[in-house]
């Protein structure tokens, strides 16, 4: 009966009132006793959780440029066409991004493989049946062999 009568009275008083009363703190405090916290240890909890929040979403973030960067990295790497989010999402983060050490090394070690491969004896060794060893051998001899017809010529 008391309830009844409270909410009756209660919403016409507000009305009366025009809400002056703080309805937050009196929210707050239920949100603190519901927890068992002081109302300043409930601010200093949701506060703490407003600053974890925003490291999480820093370091997302982060997380996310350094996926544009290799996305960007790979599409310039096999002429691929660009991608404005990615480039939104690095500059949204700061120029300060670098590929992640690990990725780094991939790369250094696909590159070095590449120059390898686009030589002249990387394009022999994909050729089967090829002695490199052999090929080296008979390129020395034959070097051998000219400097010594040349050191025989008359005319030089």
Same mark, same amino acid.
């Given at each position: 009966?008391?309830?009844? +009568?409270?909410?009756?009275?209660?919403?016409?008083?507000?009305?009366?009132?025009?809400?002056?009363?703080?309805?937050?703190?009196?929210?707050? =405090?239920?949100?603190? !006793?519901a $927890?068992?916290?002081?109302p300043?240890?409930?601010?200093?909890? #949701?506060?703490?959780?407003?600053?974890? &929040?925003?490291?999480?979403? !820093? $370091?997302? %973030?982060?997380?996310? %440029?350094?996926?544009?960067?290799?996305?960007? $990295?790979?599409?310039? =790497?096999?002429?691929?066409? =660009?991608?404005?989010?990615?480039?939104?999402?690095?500059?949204?983060?700061?120029?300060?991004?670098e590929?992640?050490?690990?990725?780094?090394?991939?790369?250094?070690?696909?590159?070095?493989?590449?120059? $390898?491969?686009?030589? +002249?004896?990387?394009q /022999?060794s994909?050729? #089967?049946? +090829?002695?490199?060893? #052999?090929?080296?051998?008979?390129?020395?001899?034959? /070097?051998?062999?000219? &400097?010594?017809?040349?050191?025989?010529?008359? /005319?030089?």
């Amino acid at each position: 009966m008391a309830f009844m +009568v409270k909410h009756v009275v209660g919403g016409q008083l507000k009305n009366l009132t025009g809400g002056l009363t703080e309805e937050k703190t009196e929210a707050e =405090k239920t949100d603190a !006793a519901a $927890h068992g916290m002081t109302p300043e240890e409930f601010e200093q909890y #949701q506060q703490q959780l407003e600053e974890e &929040k925003k490291e999480r979403e !820093a $370091h997302f %973030a982060q997380k996310k %440029a350094e996926r544009a960067t290799v996305r960007t $990295h790979f599409r310039e =790497k096999y002429k691929l066409p =660009k991608n404005e989010n990615d480039e939104t999402q690095i500059q949204q983060a700061g120029d300060d991004i670098e590929l992640p050490q690990e990725l780094a090394k991939m790369i250094a070690e696909d590159n070095q493989e590449e120059t $390898h491969k686009q030589s +002249v004896l990387g394009q /022999l060794s994909n050729i #089967q049946n +090829v002695d490199i060893d #052999q090929l080296k051998d008979k390129a020395q001899a034959t /070097l051998e062999d000219l &400097k010594k017809q040349t050191e025989n010529c008359s /005319l030089m």
